[in-house]
T-cell receptor, first 113, second 110 residues
Framework: DTAVSQTPKYLVTQMGNDKSIKCEQN?????MYWYKQDSKKFLKIMFS???????INETVPNRFSPKSPDKAHLNLHINSLELGDSAVYFC????????????FGDGTRLSIL | GQQVMQIPQYQHVQEGEDFTTYCNSS?????IQWYKQRPGGHPVFLIQ?????EVKKQKRLTFQFGEAKKNSSLHITATQTTDVGTYFC??????????FGTGTRLQVTL
């Protein structure tokens, strides 16, 4: 059983399009995250939700909008995609507070043409 | 904001050689975690250190947390090709959230 699953695994689309990435965890964790990993492998946190409530919102363009329908799901919608959005997006989950070990999904590789 | 830097950025070793990556934070940390990301994979949690001066071992891997709780290291003894990947430290600072380090990419050749 996959603990943190993301779909799709790959996303190739054109500039200006809108796309969504979905994430689900079956670990019973309270906290979920979205990270962006660029070509240099830097892992930057974008958002974090705890029990459906937004608790971290880093400096991210408002074209990115997370949504957590319940504590097991955290989706990411991106409007008006730009070339600079090309990256791997990882979903992760952790128990309790923000400083606990995190379990990552396999990632979504987003390529903007 | 909190910054966590790792050195080296990249290291290439021959199988059997030792490897060390160093993690330095701009602020005091309440804990430090280490993750490994294989090429094409996702970060996988390895270990967490909490106490000042703490040392933990996992087979050939030795993890240390500095006395001042601002730095940490990961040492791999006698590297194997299965050790290839990027190693990240991640520390919790005053904002009580985890900040990932810049990562060290390890390449091991026969």
């Amino acid at each position: 059983d996959t603990a943190v699953s993301q779909t799709p695994k790959y996303l190739v689309t054109q500039m200006g399009n809108d796309k969504s990435i979905k994430c689900e965890q079956n670990l019973g964790h309270d906290t979920m995250y979205w990270y962006k990993q660029d070509s240099k492998k830097f892992l930057k946190i974008m958002f974090s939700y705890n029990n459906k409530e937004l608790i971290i919102n880093e400096t991210v363009p408002n074209r990115f909008s997370p949504k957590s329908p319940d504590k097991a799901h955290l989706n990411l919608h991106i409007n008006s995609l730009e070339l600079g959005d090309s990256a791997v997006y990882f979903c992760a989950s952790g128990s309790g507070t923000l400083n606990q070990p995190q379990h990552f999904g396999d990632g979504t590789r987003l390529s903007i043409l | 904001g909190q910054q966590v830097m790792q050195i080296p950025q990249y290291q290439h070793v021959q199988e059997g050689e030792d490897f060390t990556t160093y993690c330095n934070s701009s602020t005091t940390l309440s804990n430090i975690q280490w993750y490994k990301q294989r090429p094409g994979g996702h970060p996988v949690f390895l270990i967490q250190l909490v106490k000042s001066g703490e040392v933990k071992k996992q087979k050939r891997l030795t993890f240390q947390f500095g006395e001042a709780k601002k730095n940490s290291s990961l040492h791999i003894t006698a590297t194997q090709t299965t050790d290839v990947g990027t190693y990240f430290c991640a520390g919790t600072g005053t904002a009580s959230k985890l900040t990932f380090g810049t990562g060290t990419r390890l390449q091991v050749t026969l």
